[in-house]
């Protein structure tokens, strides 16, 4: 799919069943496999105090989440982030079973998320490529190269950084390609359809051969050997 967006929450529990609310939304728009520059955050009002374990893991205060919006508030700009894109979330089953719990606590009626987009688990993903072994998303940054020093505490749109740079590497080999410079939220740069745009070719120096040929090395490591380039003409 050519529109993809990387979600994360964070809640103020670990179970919508049990009455716990979502707290943040942050979502990474990625349009074929690169990200656009278009990201959705929202802090929420859950209208209860976080659990003493969810408050440890995201450090979002009642007396902060107090002045924020409540999730009705931006439901509507919610949902025309998301529709229509392949939904991008590491144990979806958590996200999903929060957002469709939100969903129905509105007046309106609205389709749950599952009828509204696609969606792709990077749990389930990781487990296939990583038999056996941990699939949280810090260890995923540490195995797979992803630098997450600058995280100290769970936040959704960071997470979801990581996760959409987590998730290219797992895919393609490519979470690497200067993708956390343009991860920051800019107004809306797609180009629409009928605009061609002309480039013009121009032969690489020398140093930019060397310096190209030694990044390919790197993401062919990162990918465990299936990086396709190195091996392809460069005629």
Known sequence: MSRQVVLDTETTGFEWQAGNRIVEIGCVELLQRRPSGRTFQRYLNPDRASEPG???????????????????????????????????????????????HELSLLAAGHAPIRERCAVLDTQLLARE?????????????????????HRSLHGALIDAQLLAEVYLKMTGGQGDLGFAEVLTPSPDRALPANVA???????????????????LA????ASGGRCRWPGESEG
């Open 129 to 149: 490529r990583f038999p056996g072994q941990r699939v949280a998303l810090d260890v995923l940054c540490r195995r797979l190269g992803v630098d997450n020093s």
């Open 54 to 100: 969810a408050l440890r893991v995201h450090g979002l205060s009642e007396q902060f989440l107090a002045d924020q919006p409540r999730f009705a508030d931006i439901v509507d700009e919610f949902l025309a982030f998301i529709d229509g894109a392949e939904l991008i979330i590491h144990n979806a089953a958590f996200d999903v079973g929060f957002l469709d």
């Open 197 to 215: 745009v002309a480039r013009r070719v121009q032969r690489a120096r020398p140093d930019e051969v060397s310096a190209h040929r030694q990044r």
């Open 218 to 221: 790197e993401i062919a490591k």
